[in-house]
């Protein structure tokens, strides 16, 4: 018998089970409390609430550690590519050579969508936040691929997951370009899968399209850098979606209406913004103090579970100066602004108290920048990198024996049962 943990409540006393991860806190196995003392916890926000046991990710928020399937993310961001690292999420181990070229095979022959698939766009106004289309079109392949939506063959679900990762570049990429009002361009089987996205969004008929390597291998990493991240807001989304039974293509819509939130995968378009509004060094103090003064955010720093300095932020960082130096920006007016900003922060008394860090989207914004997109696809990037660990998620949330619908409780504080009055007497 393992640890348990004892709740006094009226009087009587309640046993519940304490159970232990492979790494992390314990927990403390709450599912029989109703049941045996009649009482509900109470854990708005997820504070302290695992919601689910998973394999595939594990944060230490305090050491600043983040591991995909027990890989480090700075091996995997130098070692690895984005599709390797897919295939690590969903399978739980990293491919043998064979096992790597027929998935790289199955991602890149799903590439395509269906011809009348691109008339959606066309109902979109042209100045549509690309998000926007995002939530709508990606809920719009259940309408698609019907014969891949019957969550309970596993062969089904698997290829659900090789179509969202193989179509999503293809979607973002059109999204992007309906909004400029150039053709859509088709994706290439020559390609890999960061050189394809890269070269959907950015090639045009009328010239020859020449790919830049340190830019494609910039995006693939920023691609892996995003991911998965276990149980963030968009995440639980899609595992509460899919609690019901709800097709993959729908589940990871919900997901990505999610991520959309400048809390969440909107923070990065808010940093830039952000730099661009402080304008240059000088600004900075000023800034600083109007934080301080709880009047607004520094956006890209902080985060709820990373109480140090975020592992992905550290890559980014170095990733945005390759990139920088590469399209001939190293004197970017907003890096000297991030840089620092990052540095009277890191040594601000309110900042440290709090636990206050860079995180992923602090560096991005500048970086997604000098990859030539505008602010407003900058939270399309991170949809299209997350897709990987929304699908992987589901996946093992649908083969879990153990999975129910989520369902949670609440403490009504409305009013009592009261009898209803006419509306001349009221
Ligand atoms: N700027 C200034 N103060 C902050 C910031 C910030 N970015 N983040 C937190 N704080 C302060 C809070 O005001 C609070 O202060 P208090 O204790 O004096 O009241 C304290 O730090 C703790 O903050 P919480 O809001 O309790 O932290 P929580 O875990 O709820 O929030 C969050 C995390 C939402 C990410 C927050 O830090 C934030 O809004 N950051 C800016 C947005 C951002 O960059 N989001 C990206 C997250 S990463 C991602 O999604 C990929």
């Not at 700075?74 to 790597?100: M, W």
């Not at 899968?193 to 920023?222: H, Q």
């Not at 304008?279 to 985060?303: A, C, Q, S, Y």
Request: with cysteine.
């Amino acid at each position: 018998m393992g640890d348990t943990a004892k709740i006094g409540i009226g009087g009587s006393t309640v046993e519940l089970p304490v159970l232990k991860g492979t790494a992390g806190p314990d927990v403390v196995d709450i599912r029989k409390l109703y049941s045996g003392a009649d009482v509900f916890t109470y854990d708005p926000g997820f504070t302290s609430t695992a919601s689910c046991e998973s394999k595939i990710t594990f944060i230490d928020g305090d050491q600043g550690i983040l591991l995909h399937r027990g890989y480090p993310i700075d091996q995997l961001a130098e070692k690895s590519s984005f599709l390797e690292v897919c295939y690590l999420l969903l399978h739980g181990e990293l491919p043998t050579a064979a096992e790597y070229a027929e998935f790289e095979h199955n991602i890149t022959y799903h590439t395509m969508v269906h011809e009348q698939f691109d008339r959606f766009f066309q109902g979109f106004r042209r100045d549509a936040h690309p998000m926007a289309i995002m939530v709508g079109a990606v809920g719009a392949l259940s309408a698609f691929y019907h014969d891949s939506t019957n969550i309970d063959d596993p062969e089904q679900r698997m290829i659900s997951a090789h179509r969202m990762i193989a179509k999503i570049p293809t979607i973002a990429a059109r999204a992007y370009k309906y909004s400029l009002g150039q053709p859509f361009v088709y994706p290439r089987n020559d390609c890999s899968y960061a050189e394809n996205f890269l070269r959907m969004c950015f090639s045009v008929p009328a010239e020859d399209w020449k790919p830049n390597p340190v830019l494609t291998r910039a995006m693939d990493r920023i691609f892996i850098l995003h991911a998965d991240h276990e149980q963030n807001a968009s995440t639980s989304t899609v595992r509460l979606a899919g609690s019901s039974g709800a097709n993959p293509f729908a589940c990871i819509a919900a997901g990505i209406a999610s991520l959309w939130g400048p809390k969440h995968g909107g923070a990065n378009e808010e940093a830039l913004n952000m730099l661009k509004e402080i304008g240059t060094v000088e600004n900075i103090p000023d800034f600083v103090k109007g934080v301080k003064n709880r009047e607004r955010l520094l956006m890209g720093f902080g985060h709820r579970v990373y109480k140090n300095y975020d592992p992905r932020a550290k890559v980014m960082q170095t990733t945005c100066h390759e990139v920088l130096a590469a399209v001939g920006h190293s004197n970017d007016p907003l890096l000297k602004v991030a840089m620092e900003l990052e540095k009277i922060a890191l040594s601000d008394e309110f900042f440290i108290e709090r636990k206050l860090y860079p995180n992923v989207d602090f560096y991005s914004g500048i970086t997604l920048r000098a990859l030539g997109f505008p602010p407003e696809m900058f939270t399309v990037l991170f949809a299209l990198a997350r897709t990987v660990g929304w699908i992987a998620q589901w996946k093992e949330m649908i083969e879990d024996p153990s999975q129910k619908i989520g369902r949670p409780r609440q403490l009504y504080t409305g009013a009592p049962q009261r009898d209803y009055v006419a509306v001349e007497k009221r």
